[in-house]
């Protein structure tokens, strides 16, 4: 199993051109997060999905939009780029819901984005 | 905002020695996690503690945690090279679904 994996590794965009990060993950999990990192900074809550068709806001969400339209895949999109929102993203999945809470997530390597 | 706040910020101790990092939180929670991160990767998830438990042990990681004092401590006994990495915890709160709330991190090196 692959576990986590998103797409692409690296990107680097203008301002104000969009563009879409893909998250799979192949373990059949129902929660799956987007997060960003900074340098010095933990991760922050961009969005979330508790399920396939629902999405919901984290901590940062400005200037971004997510889509569950598949259980196994989560997009984060970024429909017009800022330099603000160089970062670094990782997705993030749990497994059954049931115990969620008491479960650690599942991460993928993350997508190195630079806007320029 | 961030939920944790690890101390030290850097910690460097040579092959061998043992690694202390502490994290502190500011609500209450339902668990506390600690997640190691190498360059350039993502997040492994290390061991996990939950709110009634007190210390817990894998391999030769010691987790500790005092909810009164809203803390909790990371041991890494007879450190190797391998071991340099980011250390974060993370807690989750409410019903745990909506993610997990970082702190900043320890950047642990060992020194061979």
């Known amino acids: 199993n692959a576990g986590v994996t998103q797409t692409p590794k690296f990107r680097v965009l203008k301002t104000g051109q969009s563009m879409t990060l893909l998250c799979a993950q192949d373990m059949n999990h129902e929660y799956m997060y987007w997060y960003r990192q900074d340098p010095g900074m933990g991760l922050r809550l961009i969005h979330y999905?508790?399920?396939?068709?629902?999405?919901a806001k984290g901590e940062v969400p400005d200037g971004y939009n997510v889509s569950r339209l598949k259980k196994q895949n989560f997009l984060l999109g970024l429909e017009s780029a800022a330099p603000s929102q160089t970062s670094v993203y990782f997705c993030?999945?749990?497994?059954?819901?049931?115990?969620?809470?008491?479960?650690?997530?599942?991460f993928g390597d993350g997508t190195r984005l630079s806007i320029l | 905002s961030q939920q944790g706040e690890e101390d030290p910020q850097a910690l460097s101790i040579q092959e061998g020695e043992n690694a202390t990092m502490n994290c502190s939180y500011k609500?209450?929670?339902?668990?506390l996690q600690w997640y190691r991160q190498n360059s350039g990767r993502g997040l492994v998830h290390l061991i996990l503690i939950r709110s009634n438990e007190r210390e817990k042990h894998s391999g030769r990681l010691r987790v500790t945690l005092d909810t009164s004092k809203k803390s909790s401590s990371l041991l890494i006994t007879a450190s190797r090279a391998a071991d340099t990495a980011s250390y974060f915890c993370?807690?989750?709160?409410?019903?745990?679904?909506?993610?997990?709330?970082f702190g900043k991190g320890t950047h642990l090196i060992i020194q061979p």
């Open positions: 993030a999945s749990i497994s059954s819901p049931q115990g969620y809470s008491n479960q650690p997530q599942h």
């Open positions: 999905s508790v399920g396939e068709g629902t999405t």
């Open positions: 993370a807690t989750t709160s409410g019903g745990g679904a909506d993610g997990l709330t």
């Open positions: 609500t209450s929670i339902n668990n």
